[in-house]
């Protein structure tokens, strides 16, 4: 016998069992895991609320539910269907349909009440002079809580108090008059020169540069008055602003959420220029530029969405931040020395994401179409024992300042 391998028969036989063994059983645990999913998801479709009581009283509900807790729940569904109102299904719907219509009825009688007293209140001046800017500082700076409960104090009272975090300098001078060359595109010099420079700011988000503007006004409440709203499509109509409306479909029970943002227009930009002012890129070009976000409008409107209420609830929040690593958030949110980077989903099972984004953080932070996607993906991140946190857009739309960002935490 010469040198050289030597092989047994059966010893290469016995081995090509095991090799064969070990990958069938490897196949058999990944169907079972894909299936295991797929029931989960079907499941909080057919009956979500029993599984969300499920989980209320045992957080690791439904993971670790056997065989036979899969099947008691089964055997019970069509006796859980037939009662009005519970679960996910017809009797939901129908609860759901008659309180919309009680809720549109309500909505038509306040309307009327409030179209009837705007006709009654005579009419405001719609051109007092904006509050000035303080003569001892050239930058007033709102990024911190003192700074933010300094500013309120200013206002007159009766002001409604906004949560939104008004971060952006303000100039220690205000030039009196447009450019010369530019003097027939302004009727309310004093009013427009401050919405341009919110804009040239950065701030986009048309509802939120709304009510930056109004909170420097003190005749005017809120930004969705109707002196702010003309300010706004006055400027666009000249070209000193652009508008875009965004829009997400298939929010359940809302149907969709829209989000105006705005930019500098051709105008707007010049103007700017000549008063030496510098030109801050918006949280939507920043999108357009980083995130492809012209071609999946979805996505980055639901993205502008969560950085407006994430703001309201008093957190600084941007798109797209710089991160090392697989994960690429959409948006980075930081309150009070926390930092949570969030991945925006508007579809589901994305395993790789939600690993690549415990890996940054250790947690997974998701924002989801719906309740109903909602619970979907947290089944799917519970799936690879990831920890979490999730909200919502329907739920972003019902919530206030003072109610927690996320809905859910595991």
Request: proline share 6%.
């Amino acid at each position: 016998m010469t040198g050289g391998l030597v092989f047994d028969p059966v010893e290469r036989v016995n081995a090509d069992l095991l090799n064969t063994e070990r990958s069938l059983r490897q196949a058999a645990q990944s169907e079972v895991v894909a299936l295991r999913r797929l029931l989960m998801r079907v499941c909080y479709h057919l009956d979500g609320r029993t599984l969300e009581q499920a989980q209320e009283k045992n957080p690791a509900a439904p993971d670790c539910w056997t065989s036979r807790e899969w099947a008691a729940f089964l055997d019970g569904l069509d006796r859980r269907s037939a009662r009005p109102g519970d679960g996910w299904r017809g009797g939901e719907a129908e609860t759901l349909q008659r309180q919309n219509t009680a809720l549109q009825k309500e909505v038509d009688e306040l309307r009327r009440s409030l179209l009837e007293a705007r006709q009654a209140r005579p009419p405001l001046a719609d051109t007092m002079p904006i509050e000035p800017a303080r003569p001892q500082t050239a930058i007033v700076e709102t990024s911190t809580v003192s700074a933010r409960k300094k500013d309120s104090g200013d206002k007159p009272k009766g002001k409604p108090k906004h949560a939104l975090r008004l971060d952006i300098p303000w100039p220690g001078h205000w030039p009196e008059k447009p450019p010369l060359r530019f003097e027939k595109h302004f009727k309310q010099w004093e009013r427009e020169r401050l919405v341009l420079w919110v804009v040239a700011q950065g701030k986009g988000i048309a509802i939120e540069a709304q009510e930056i503007v109004a909170s420097k006004i003190p005749s005017v409440s809120s930004g969705d008055s109707g002196s702010i709203e003309r300010l706004f499509k006055r400027l666009v109509e000249g070209k000193s602003l652009t508008g875009t409306q965004m829009r997400v479909e298939n929010i359940d029970p809302f149907g969709s959420s829209t989000l105006n943002v705005m930019g500098l227009g051709e105008v707007g930009r010049e103007v700017c220029g000549a008063l030496n002012w510098d030109i801050c890129e918006t949280e939507y070009e920043r999108l357009c530029r980083l995130h492809d976000g012209a071609a999946q409008p979805e996505h980055t409107a639901a993205i502008l969405i969560l950085l407006w209420h994430a703001r309201r609830n008093g957190w600084r929040a941007e798109p797209v931040p710089d991160t090392t690593g697989k994960a690429k958030p959409d948006a980075l949110l930081e309150k009070d020395g926390e930092i949570v980077y969030v991945e925006v989903e508007l579809g589901e099972d994305k395993p790789q994401k939600w690993k690549n984004a415990a890996g940054l953080q250790g947690f997974v932070a998701v924002l989801a179409r719906d309740g109903k996607r909602r619970l979907i993906l947290e089944s799917e991140i519970k799936a690879l024992s990831l920890s979490g946190r999730a909200t919502d857009i329907a739920s972003l739309i019902m919530t206030t300042p003072e109610t927690p960002l996320f809905v859910s935490r595991w």
